[in-house]
């Protein structure tokens, strides 16, 4: 009986054995078939998302995204880096703690989102090599499962993190801006001034979170806002370590949506908040003066 089940035994182990190593054989041509398929130009479509300002005050500057898309395994997902709201509060917006981090979302959703915000969307197909596109899709995962590990602030916001994003996948390729709008020069304070321009509840909000901030060590580079995106990408290259240059775009842009909300400045001046507060002091003066002489 012993060596009928010992025999058994061995039979199974062999079946079993086998089983395992043609799956391990399946499994390795269905990756060496996929990678091979990835060396297709059109596997994956890379893409920037330029999004227009929207309503609320954390996205009055606009936004930006990035879309990758595989048609051939049916995924479109939009990748962004975005304030947590859940972990963080609007105090913490205008004191610079809150916290951020990559978040993905299916295209479809992603959109929308902005959609029925009334907000624009368009795209520029990315310029990038296949293996650096599915490097920039693993990056993105990656940093997706890191959650909210960062700190909103000027040189940690939606744009330098699609910069980063993309630098890091095309390594040791770097993205270049051959030529930077005039306002990237200005001094801190009248870069602050141009880029809330159509909020001064806004513009005064970031010159009170800003005071003490040394605005110097700024380059013209951490400058670029997204309504500078449309100027500056088209004259953004992508150098390789031989000094050759290629077009961080292809194509022409596409209108995913159109923009519908367009915000008007609010009538109510911080001027006029001013004016306000001094004659209600004025009439507590008054009112105080003859109280005191009855």
């Not at 010992?6 to 039979?11: A, M, P, Q, R, V």
């Not at 090599?129 to 997706?144: I, S």
């Not at 159109?258 to 306000?276: G, H, N, R, T, V």
Request: aromatic share 12%.
């Amino acid at each position: 009986m012993r060596n009928k089940l010992f025999i058994l035994g061995i039979f199974l182990c062999v079946v079993f054995g086998s089983f395992a190593q043609v799956q391990t054989q399946e499994d390795s041509l269905k990756a060496v078939a996929i990678n091979k398929e990835a060396e297709n130009p059109n596997f994956i479509h890379a893409y920037l998302l330029d999004i227009s300002p929207g309503k609320a005050f954390y996205s009055t500057f606009g936004h930006e995204a990035i879309r990758l898309v595989c048609p051939s395994k049916g995924l479109d997902y939009c990748y962004s880096f975005e304030i947590n709201m859940k972990e963080s509060s609007k105090l913490d917006v205008f004191t610079r703690s809150a916290k951020a981090g990559y978040g993905m979302i299916p295209s479809a959703m992603f959109l929308e989102l902005y959609r029925k915000e009334g907000r624009g969307v368009t795209a520029y197909e990315l310029n990038l090599k296949p293996k650096e596109k599915q490097e920039l899709w693993r990056f993105l995962d990656k940093r997706v499962s890191d959650g909210s590990s960062w700190t909103f602030g000027l040189s940690i916001n939606c744009l330098s993190m699609v910069v980063y994003a993309l630098n890091s996948a095309i390594m040791p390729e770097q993205m270049e801006f051959k030529q930077l709008p005039d306002a990237t020069n200005l001094c801190f304070g009248d870069w602050m001034d141009y880029f809330t321009r159509q909020s001064p509840w806004i513009n005064l909000a970031f010159h009170a979170s800003f005071i003490n901030t040394d605005g110097s060590k700024l380059m013209p580079a951490d400058k670029i806002t997204p309504e500078m995106v449309k100027e500056v990408i088209p004259r953004t290259v992508i150098i390789s370590q031989e000094g050759k240059a290629r077009p961080l775009v292809i194509g022409s842009p596409k209108t995913l949506l159109q923009q519908d909300f367009y915000d008007s400045p609010c009538w109510f001046k911080p001027w006029m908040a001013i004016l306000l507060l001094v004659l209600i002091l004025i009439i507590l003066f008054y009112g105080k003066e003859k109280l005191s002489k009855k």
